[in-house]
């Protein structure tokens, strides 16, 4: 299981992860950071997961209610996010292009 | 192969497409299918989560996350492009109330489990409830970030949101003791923290935390002006992905912890970007409005006979005879819905064969990126639109530069080391070009309360009037010129 990890180990992932977003992020030109901002915002629904757990696996009926909560609006982060992000992005075109 | 390992490999490979996505990013080419990718890695991290052992009720998950796919959808579909900094916004709070809501269950489960366990039943496993089984220290103090962060980010996105929709106050909201209450609300907040990490049994502890988050995200983000909103989404936003990471380590899931710093990152570095082309700290921009009062100097002093009129038919002959023009929009522009006129200006004087570029301010409009959003929408072709950097090289052989609802990013006071509250603050060198006008509708100042040398300056010429009647009247013009 997950938790096996240790703090060390999922700590190191942590930092790492910061930097490999410092390095990809800082290439995004600033033509492209409404997008970047929508985008990376629909990544940061990533909470849908804790949310899943919670309720999927929540023995206590608060945990489910609260989860079930969670759940809601980090789907209206995800599903909102990568939507609006796609619809900007689709409006960007060189002349020239279809 | 144990399910675990699965599991895990899945979310690695739904990390990988996380940071490959944001790399499609790069270049507007690459860029749709970026997001795609970044939402095939969400779907496959759902699902691998949904197919775990010990997953139940999926009836209820399922009904959750259709109500939130379809009104994520409708906000998604609905939105106009102008509004975007408040979607962004709003889209912020929901990640960042997520997190307060997923730490509270799960230290309600444990807290339960505890005593539990106390009274001799056994542990439980899988999922939540095995995390849940003995709350360490990393348990206990991820779980207060997750609701500091994460209320912290809610409150201060539904400030910014009705700050930008207009329903809260866009001016500063400042009183007397506005710092030490500042101050004295994250001392409440630190100390319930404590609590929370001391006693977690406390579950009561967790809720007065989130509560002073709300209130400290309330106070920090009202006293914040409309002009410095694209710094606070943008800070917003590494806060949302923040939450996000904590509530990863309360749950030692990695994904969640990858895709949260991925984005406590990006947050971070667009903030910083911004400030630096406001030229000021973060803390003053959070903090800011310490003693500084802003001295309006005499504007008769500066305009006085010195400004000079202009028509859009003298415009359009001067346009006529131009080989190459820059825009500078600013969020004049939008807030006049003066796009269009734009656009159908630029395509006359391509036919004519002039050479037209759009000029963009990293702070022009109410996000970063907002005003390229705007033109790109209205079919301006990607390579036209120039960065600070690449457009301030050129000014010097530009004939005519239209300056079109900007005013403190081109005003030559900046260039000043002192004495202005803009004074060292990057800006568009728009008076290097043989002509300015500015369609503007009086002399009035814009955010920094300040006024502009540039309205006054030779070879400027001032076009009174509403930003999307001078465009119209200036396409008009041009195509009888």
Known sequence: MAES???VNILTIFVLAIFVGNEVITKVPPILHTPLMSGSNAISGITVIGAILA???????????????????ATINVVGGFLVTHRMLRKFKKRGDA | MNAAVVSNIAYLVAAVLFIAGLKGLSHPRSAVRGNLMGAVGMLLAIVVTLLQQGIMSFELILLGMLAGALVGAVFALKIQMTAMPQLVGLFNGFGGIASVLVAGAVLYQAVMAMSATAAGAAAGTGGVATVAGAPDLQFTIATAFSGLIGAVTFFGSVIAFGKLQGIVTEKP????????????????TIAFGVMVVLDPAQISNYWYLSAAGSLLGV??????????MPIVIALLNSYSGLAAAATGFVLSNNILIIAGSLVGASGIILTQIMCKAMNRSLANVLFGGVGAVVESAAQGDIYAGKVKSTSAEEVAMILKSAQRVVFVPGYGMAVARAQTPVRLLTELMEKDGIEVEFGIHPVAGRMPGHMNVLLAE???????LREMDQINATFSNTDVT????ANDVVNPIAREASGSPIS?????????????????????????GIPNPLFA???TLMLFADGKKAMDDLVAAYKDA
């Open chain 2, 402 to 405: 239209i300056v079109l609802g």
């Open chain 2, 173 to 188: 909201v400042r009183y007397p003791g506005e710092q030490v209450v500042k101050v004295l609300v994250l001392l409440v």
């Open chain 2, 424 to 448: 060292g603050m990057p800006i568009l060198d728009v008076d290097k070009s043989r002509t300015v006008v500015v369609i503007k509708r009086s002399l009035g100042a814009g955010f920094a």
């Open chain 2, 219 to 228: 106070l920090l983000v009202i006293a914040i002006g409309g002009a410095d």
């Open chain 1, 5 to 7: 990890l240790g703090f």
């Open chain 1, 55 to 73: 309720v999927g696996t929540g023995r206590e009926t608060l945990t489910v209610v609260l989860g079930m909560a969670a759940l809601v609006c």
């Open chain 2, 457 to 459: 300056a030779e070879n």
């Open chain 2, 378 to 384: 209205e079919n301006i072709s990607y390579d036209k």
